[in-house]
């Protein structure tokens, strides 16, 4: 299971998360690279589009 953030961009890598922007978030959000979906159009720095999780990271920060 997955969960799809539309029009999602990168701003930073740490090495372990990616802090990305999306206007489903009142603020820029650190997304663990382990919690990423390897179908994610965003996975590194400076890329944009649909950001793509699975599902338990998805209802552990409450976003479904």
Do not use: C, N
Request: proline share 5%.
């Amino acid at each position: 299971m997955r969960h799809e953030i539309e029009d999602a961009e990168a701003i930073r890598d740490s090495g372990k998360a990616l802090l990305v922007e999306a206007p489903e978030f009142d603020e820029p959000q650190w997304i663990p690279h382990s919690a990423i979906h390897g179908d994610s159009e965003v996975y590194r720095d400076g890329e944009s589009g649909t950001l793509i999780v699975y599902s338990w990271f998805a209802e552990k920060r409450g976003w479904l």
